[in-house]
């Protein structure tokens, strides 16, 4: 039974204080998370001897890696603001009926997608633009990855709901369990071990498992507002998984057609550029990711609130906090781009161990991250519309700025920039620019601009 006096209200106290608790916990989970990444990127390039093929083979394994990350989202992104909006309306037994189903489908998803991974594995790693001399790199570090999807789904999966009901220090803590302890086994399993780039697979895989054992005992405790049932059938619904799946494809289509592009970027990079471009994206990649957390941590902090603010009809309300997010996210974006124009190789030199791509690097990175600020756009309008269950337009922008901006002129810009291997990262800022405006105008005029009429 959920616990009621667990959660936080909402709907009271000032807004900037209530976005501060809510953002700042999440910031520091979304940067602990982060480390299960690039801490192990930073490793990698170190490698003695393989370190830059090791870092490339990585690379090569990022598609399928986001891919898994996008079911992640599909199954609790759009579950958490469901359950959200379900609480605004005080419609409680409803909103851990959606967790609980959120978490079944966390669980069968993992088992499936890990298992039809493992199966497919190098044929996947071809297929994104592996050779040979790749492939005993990537392959390896995949299936041990891929082994631990049980154990990733659901530490990531329940973060969602640990935020949605205001236990953001929880959902911060079974981030820092994870991160504190791949950071610690990294080095022993790569270099003391001498295990390479698999030593890395294995830190990461442990990481997760404490991490899910800790984020499912917490979900099971008397102080969770929700509460995992995992073998009681009346809290699995199959209309409630309709709804969860609809309105995470959001987010599922945001990460798929980012795997996409990875996909697209390789495989132009090695036939233009060779094995070394693959190196130089998988850097700039990494920085990118480094600069994210915070955008994630803004919107993903604010998301409940909003979700919970419409379900509960709080309309002015809901206006300040779209505002004061688009603020702190336009604020945010403006001074990285700042910050990497002026100091490019602050950022580089964390993946890059002294070989000659570090100019190439970041020069790819300056033209990357050009007019990055328009990302905040993106993602203001994106988080308002799947916070308030707008599925269409969420959906809709996901797919415009990736699939019919970015694909085509991964493609298409080579031909026309000079050098053509550069043509590849151009096509990020021009995709910021038009996607982001697009979803942000029609966010203001379809939503921000109604509130005030159904106050």
Same mark, same amino acid.
């Given at each position: 039974?959920?616990?009621?006096? $667990?959660? *936080?209200?909402?709907?009271?106290?000032?807004?900037?204080?209530?976005?501060?608790?809510?953002?700042?916990? +999440? #910031?520091?989970?979304? #940067?602990?998370?982060?480390?299960?990444?690039?801490?192990?990127?930073?490793?990698?390039?170190?490698?003695?001897?393989?370190?830059?093929?090791?870092?490339?083979?990585?690379?090569?394994?990022?598609? +399928?890696?986001?891919?898994?990350?996008?079911?992640?989202?599909?199954?609790?992104?759009?579950?958490?603001?469901?359950? $959200?909006?379900?609480?605004?309306?005080?419609?409680?037994?409803?909103?851990?009926?959606?967790?609980?189903?959120? /978490?079944?489908?966390?669980?069968?998803?993992?088992?499936?997608?890990? !298992?039809?991974? %493992?199966?497919?594995?190098?044929?996947?790693?071809?297929? =994104?633009?592996?050779?040979?001399?790749?492939?005993?790199?990537?392959?390896?570090?995949?299936?041990?990855?891929?082994?631990?999807?049980?154990?990733? =789904?659901?530490?990531?999966?329940?973060?969602?709901? =640990?935020?949605?009901?205001?236990?953001?220090?929880?959902? *911060?803590?079974?981030?820092?369990?994870?991160?504190?302890?791949?950071? &610690?086994?990294?080095?022993?399993?790569?270099?003391? #071990?001498?295990?390479?780039?698999?030593?890395?697979?294995?830190?990461?895989?442990?990481?997760?498992?404490?991490?899910?054992?800790?984020?499912?005992?917490?979900?099971?405790?008397?102080?969770?507002?929700?509460?995992?049932?995992? =073998?009681?059938?009346?809290?699995?619904?199959?209309?409630?998984?309709?709804?969860?799946?609809?309105?995470?494809?959001?987010?599922?289509?945001?990460?798929?057609?980012?795997?996409?592009?990875?996909?697209?970027?390789?495989?132009?990079?090695?036939?233009?550029? !060779?094995?070394?471009?693959?190196?130089?994206?998988?850097?700039?990649?990494? &920085?990118?990711?480094?600069?994210?957390?915070?955008?994630?941590?803004?919107?993903?902090?604010?998301?409940?609130?909003?979700?919970?603010?419409?379900?509960?009809? #709080?309309?002015?309300?809901?206006?300040?906090?779209?505002?004061?997010?688009?603020?702190?996210?336009?604020?945010?974006? +403006?001074?990285?781009?700042? %910050?990497?124009?002026?100091?490019?190789?602050?950022? &580089?030199?964390?993946?890059?161990? !002294?070989?000659?791509?570090?100019?190439? $690097?970041?020069?790819?990175?300056?033209?990357?991250?050009?007019?990055?600020? /328009?990302?905040?756009?993106?993602?203001? !309008?994106?988080?308002?519309?799947?916070?308030?269950?707008?599925?269409?337009?969420?959906?809709?922008?996901?797919?415009?700025?990736?699939?019919?901006? &970015?694909?085509?002129?991964?493609?298409? +810009?080579?031909?026309?920039?000079?050098?053509?291997?550069?043509?590849? /990262?151009?096509?990020?800022?021009?995709?910021?620019?038009?996607?982001?405006?697009?979803? /942000?105008?029609? *966010?203001?005029?379809?939503?921000?601009?109604? %509130?005030?009429?159904? $106050?």
């Amino acid at each position: 039974m959920a616990n009621q006096k $667990a959660a *936080m209200d909402f709907g009271k106290g000032p807004i900037g204080s209530l976005l501060m608790r809510s953002v700042l916990p +999440l #910031l520091a989970a979304q #940067l602990l998370n982060l480390l299960y990444n690039i801490v192990d990127r930073i490793y990698i390039a170190r490698i003695p001897g393989c370190g830059q093929e090791s870092l490339a083979g990585l690379g090569l394994c990022f598609p +399928l890696i986001t891919i898994m990350t996008a079911f992640i989202n599909l199954f609790s992104s759009g579950g958490a603001s469901l359950a $959200a909006i379900a609480w605004g309306e005080k419609r409680i037994q409803k909103s851990q009926k959606i967790m609980n189903t959120s /978490f079944y489908l966390l669980v069968f998803g993992s088992l499936i997608l890990g !298992g039809l991974g %493992l199966l497919f594995s190098r044929s996947l790693l071809v297929l =994104f633009g592996a050779d040979e001399a790749m492939l005993q790199y990537s392959l390896s570090y995949l299936r041990i990855y891929l082994c631990g999807s049980l154990f990733s =789904f659901i530490s990531l999966g329940l973060n969602p709901f =640990f935020n949605a009901q205001g236990r953001f220090l929880t959902g *911060m803590a079974s981030i820092l369990i994870g991160a504190f302890c791949n950071i &610690v086994l990294d080095p022993i399993f790569i270099f003391v #071990l001498n295990l390479g780039i698999n030593g890395a697979a294995i830190a990461t895989v442990i990481a997760q498992i404490l991490a899910a054992i800790f984020a499912f005992c917490q979900m099971r405790s008397k102080n969770s507002f929700w509460r995992i049932e995992p =073998f009681s059938r009346k809290f699995c619904s199959w209309s409630i998984i309709s709804d969860i799946t609809s309105l995470g494809l959001a987010g599922f289509i945001m990460q798929l057609t980012n795997s996409a592009v990875q996909i697209a970027q390789n495989q132009v990079l090695i036939n233009i550029g !060779g094995n070394e471009y693959v190196t130089v994206m998988t850097i700039v990649n990494s &920085v990118r990711q480094i600069t994210d957390t915070v955008v994630f941590a803004m919107a993903d902090g604010t998301s409940p609130l909003i979700s919970y603010c419409y379900g509960a009809g #709080l309309y002015a309300r809901l206006k300040k906090l779209i505002r004061i997010m688009t603020g702190m996210l336009c604020s945010y974006t +403006l001074l990285m781009w700042i %910050l990497i124009l002026l100091v490019p190789d602050a950022f &580089v030199a964390l993946f890059d161990s !002294g070989t000659g791509l570090r100019d190439a $690097a970041v020069h790819g990175m300056n033209i990357y991250f050009f007019a990055y600020i /328009f990302q905040a756009l993106q993602y203001s !309008g994106q988080t308002v519309f799947k916070a308030m269950n707008k599925k269409k337009q969420a959906i809709f922008f996901s797919l415009f700025r990736k699939v019919v901006i &970015v694909v085509p002129l991964v493609y298409l +810009l080579p031909h026309v920039w000079t050098p053509p291997v550069y043509g590849v /990262f151009a096509s990020e800022p021009i995709s910021n620019v038009i996607g982001g405006l697009a979803c /942000f105008i029609t *966010m203001y005029f379809t939503v921000y601009r109604r %509130l005030d009429s159904k $106050a």
